[in-house]
């Protein structure tokens, strides 16, 4: 059987989601997951559109073993320079290089023209496999690319040495009949394509971003291009857990095989929504929480007399089964870091210390603590790790019919403790009014929104804000029994997002 390699761009274009800013230990996190799923290739960033992300692809090419890591960069001499330098201390490094080709990128995206584009594919590429061993080059906006021109592009790519030929649906255009039919086409125009990989990247504006990398299988693509949960720009991209389940249970039709660790789906896509805050719905396919689930009576009938009957795919093929941990206030660190490790998380040395205390405070007031309360503190404290500012104590008075009042101490690493008071409008707003005062940084809240983890009175709660700092918005989480605490921990996460200066790529990219 053919044998399918599966690109995950979670820590690229997934990051690129509106909203989520990941830090270098979170994306670190995502990464040794990844590996665990035995993905083919990580995407681990775009090096030159910051210090953080370059950190980052560096740190996960040197520390993760197992896929290859790859680094995104415009066909520009810097890009490609900044992300060999971060992409090298991998063992399987590579290089991705892209450039709009449909008119209308050549035009308004890059100012340019075809005959410019052609050179600069070729010098770009050329230049990108005199320093990695492989070399991906991706066309964007390829589905509305004239086929003759794009041929041409592609022929040049590959006469410079590209390993791996990325055909991008960058806004989510085309539809599996006729994705298919064009990639038919431009194998027929650009036969030396055969030797290298044909890869796909397709997005989900008409939400046939799955339909459509599964069609580029069909007609001989290689390698598909997803990310955990679908998450990337605008709605997204093809998710992995879909691409996966369907070339998994489906291997009769599609005739080839993937190398993802199925089991470790249910644990990869829990998270990564913990770490990003973005949201599975209920009905999600494969990952969502009712999917294994079998409410009505006659169905519940045929799946109890043979799980067949409903069922195409089994809760143990996708690791869901495996969730039956209940530690307790007697249990020790040891059993913390196993329990952790089983859920995907890799804590270690101050990390784990510090989601130890964690653990000890709620496990004091909690009977049992599970599988999801240890997957909110240990998402909740990689996030927290590179923050200058941290909350120290709180206090709130509010009652009805009156003004809520609260009084906080925040110290910062370099400058020394900050105690302030504030009124507000309930005891959440005067606890960001005080935050504001003692950090002396202003904020506006846009959105806020509270969960309970688990059920019961004494369930943990968290808490996710979004904020805007000078017109640009950042995210923050917070995890306590405690809500206003939770929603004040939030609060502080994202003044440090915005103080560490996260921001995403301003560019366009495939
Ligand atoms: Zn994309």
Redo the contacts with the bound molecule.
Sequence with gaps: MRRVEIFD?TLR?GEQSPGISLSVEEKVEIAYQLARLKVDVIEAGFPITSEGDFESVSRIAAEVDGPTITGLARVHEADIVRAWEAVQWSRRPRIHTFVGTSDLHIEHQMQSDQEDILQRTGEAVRHAKSLAPEVEFSPMDATRTEIGYLAEVVRIAVEAGADVVNI?D?VGYTTPVEFAAFLRELQERVPELTERTLSV?C?DDLGLAVANSLAGVVVGAGQIEVAVNGI??RAG?ASLEEVVMALATRGDHYGVEVGTETRQISNTSRLVSNITGYEIPPNKAIVGRNAFAHESGIHQDGVLKDRRTFEIMTPEDIGLEGNNIFLGKHSGRHALKDALEELGYSLDGEVLKRAFVRFKEIADHKKSVTAADLEAIAADEVGSFEGKFVLGSFRVVAATGRQSRAAVTISHAERGTFEAEAEGEGPVDSVFRAIDAATSIKGRLTDFRTDAVTGGKDALGEVRVTVEFEDREYSGRGLSQDVVEAAARAYVRAVNVYTAGRVGAAWA??
């Design positions: 761009t274009d991008a960058t990247h997005h990337g720009e991209n990219t495939p």
